[in-house]
């Protein structure tokens, strides 16, 4: 009985089905730890209020989160110079505290023994300010002061008088930013082209004092125009700065911040759930939006969102006609011989390349020989400064095409090979030629599995580091590929990536203990980027699929 059970396959169909069950926990659970881990950092901690004495019996006060907590033995204490433990057990617990006040203390995150701590209570009426630099700042609010002048304002009303203000002083804050990368950018971007195109003509001997004198009252125009932006923009600057608030951190101190250095407020110790549930929604959007502060240590991760899919977009619009193509050659024009098997074989090996060969590969010739050819061919009037001929967005999408080229000719062929030859036969019959029998009947019912190789293409790129490190990604980049001054694509541009920006945070920051939080943050969002994308391929591929079904019956 036993053995034809065995005999019948049932055993390995559950033994197969077991461990793609496994694989499928593993996978998911590995999603929900990374994502639990980085979204969980932007839940409103409790704030805790800390009396310790030391052993020479100095008091203090300690204002901050309980970031960690662990049991450490008293011995490995011991070995490591603490002192007066004799009376305790061996085992102590200990607390990593963020503090914040990265100014006024020397590390922003604080192992503290238990023994040392004589009273712990919520700090009730604790402020945390996200400010532009320096972290967070913790603190009870005191006074606010417009100008030289302190309000007289009652301590019920100081929290609506301070979001008021600090409204105002974001708005003209956002009127900086916007003049800065609007008209500001526009009139720099306006005064480069002109001194090109004056050099341009001063390379071909075509410089002639009528045009100096046309470049000169064009440029002196632009710079009259950016004097009045200027004292804009100082103006802007100045209101920002008008109001300051008062705090007192933990030592007593009284702390005065400007608006202007302040991005938001909150009192997460008097907050109710859904007020807490507001505030995450509030911080993950944040996150989602904006740029990067303090080394990526702070902010948002927006231009690493807009890099990594702007980047795999055009990865995706480079590879697939050339993949495409050359499937097609090699299914339905190479001869079957022994050359088309040699580069069938060459195509499959290139997919067990290493990554960071084709980075080499990109930086050695896309970058230094084509876009160096480029430069001297079509913007000589820019050089010794390179256009095309640095790393860039265009560069690194040309790599990581050639990286993912083998998977779309591969699934592209075996796509084309489920395709019966008897509709090839019929439209050739009907009168076809054989170029349109596969633009109209063969292709259209190749497109699910290009699509196929479309996703996997994708899946991969999204996700390659090591040779966008050599061909155009950077830690922080200044702007965006794409912005409101002709031509208003620049793919000579280098970009952030959130591949890159995880390594950077989680291995080049120099403050760990903060940076880890943002690590998984990152890394939930690259995994959900990459899903996103992939999933709407399979969108694509599962319309195309039942749009062209009726063709294969």
Known sequence: MMGKWFKSGTPWIWMTGGAVSLSLI???GLFLLIGWRGLSFFWPATVYEFSMQNEQGQQSVLIGEIYDQEHVLKQQLIDGGVTGLEDY????ERFLIKTGNREYVDLDFQWI???????????????????????????????IIEGENKLNITKSDLLNELNGRLARALEFRDKEHGLLTGDIGRINNDLDRIRLKQRKLELDGELTE????????SSDALRAEYLGLENELFGYRDQAKRDSVVVKDMTGRLVTMPLSYILD??????????????HW???????????????????????????????????????????????IYLHEYAGKNNITKFIRIAVINLSGVPSIVYGVFGLGFFVYILGGSIDQLLYPEALPSPTFGSPGVLWSALTLAILTLPVVIVSTEEGLSRIPSTLREGSLALGATKSETLWRIVIPMASPAIMTGLILAVARAAGEVAPLMLVGVVKIAPTLPVDGNFPFLHLDRKFMH?????????????NVEAARPLVYATSFLLVTVIIGLNLAAIAIRNNLREKYRALEH
Request: net charge neutral.
């Open 26 to 28: 593993a996978v998911i």
């Open 113 to 143: 023994l238990e023994t040392i701590i004589k009273g712990k209570k919520v700090a009730h009426d604790v402020v945390v300010f996200e400010r532009t630099k320096n972290g967070n700042f913790y603190g009870y609010i005191d006074s």
């Open 265 to 278: 407020f909150y009192q997460p110790n008097d907050m109710n759930f859904m007020q807490k549930v507001g």
């Open 498 to 510: 959130l591949g890159f920006h995880i390594y950077d945070v989680g291995f080049q920051s120099p």
């Open 281 to 327: 929604f509030h911080q993950v959007y944040k996150f989602v939006s904006s740029d990067p502060r303090e080394a990526n240590t702070e902010g948002g991760v927006f231009p690493a969102i807009f890099g990594t899919v702007f980047m795999v977009m055009l990865m995706a619009v480079i590879v697939t006609p050339f993949g495409v193509v050359a499937a």
């Open 210 to 217: 009528q045009k100096i004198t046309e470049f000169k009252a």
């Open 89 to 92: 057990p061996e085992s102590l």
